[in-house]
């Protein structure tokens, strides 16, 4: 056997024994800076890149026992990693083909009719509450700001701004069903 050979045996020992040590907090220390590194390429900005690996990373977390258990951990963190990356690209282009083809007027003009105005308090702070989530859909998808910083300048937390965008885009779908029917 050639030296060559001897090293890559003992590496991949090493490698065997490192990974029946593997933990999530292991795992997430070795390959975060890698993986915004990666999705950095792909968006052009760090801090949505931070954002989409920090996802892949709750996803991990969720399904420790499944990661953990895999023959490769890094192959199927990454394979999350490229999934995650995939729905973000996937979501911004739908929100920015879907505002451009909804005017700011008409975002406004979608007032619920079910109720009176003096009994629907949604109704009185209505045009508040549409140009909030307008904004919102509008920097998440077309300026690209990252879900964090939309929840910095909110003064609430990522989960709470990430619920907020997709109820809006919800909204969004709702208000382009109802132009197409008119």
């Known amino acids: 056997m050639d030296d060559k050979s001897k090293n890559n045996i003992k590496d991949n020992d090493e490698r065997q024994s490192v990974d029946e040590e ?3 907090e292991s795992l997430y220390n070795e390959l975060f800076g890698n993986f915004v590194g990666y999705v950095k390429q792909v968006v052009d900005d760090k801090k949505i890149a931070e954002d989409i690996v920090q996802e892949c990373f709750i996803i991990a977390y969720k399904k420790q026992n499944v990661l953990l258990a895999s023959p490769n951990p890094r192959g199927w963190l990454f394979g999350v990693l490229k999934n995650t990356l995939r729905n973000d690209l996937r979501i911004r282009k739908a929100i920015s083909r879907d505002l451009i083809l909804v005017s700011y007027d008409g975002w406004l003009n979608n007032i619920p009719d079910e109720k009176a105005a ?3 308090i949604d109704f009185l702070y209505n045009d508040l509450l549409q140009y909030e989530e307008y904004e919102l859909l509008k920097k998440f998808a077309v300026d690209k700001v ?6 910095e300048e909110k003064g609430i937390s990522t989960a709470a ?5 997709y109820r809006a885009k919800i909204k969004l779908r709702k208000i382009l069903e109802k132009c197409k029917k008119d």
């Open 22 to 24: 593997l933990t999530f």
């Open 118 to 120: 003096e009994e629907d």
């Open 146 to 151: 990252p879900q964090q910083e939309l929840a």
């Open 161 to 165: 701004c990430k619920q907020k965008i």
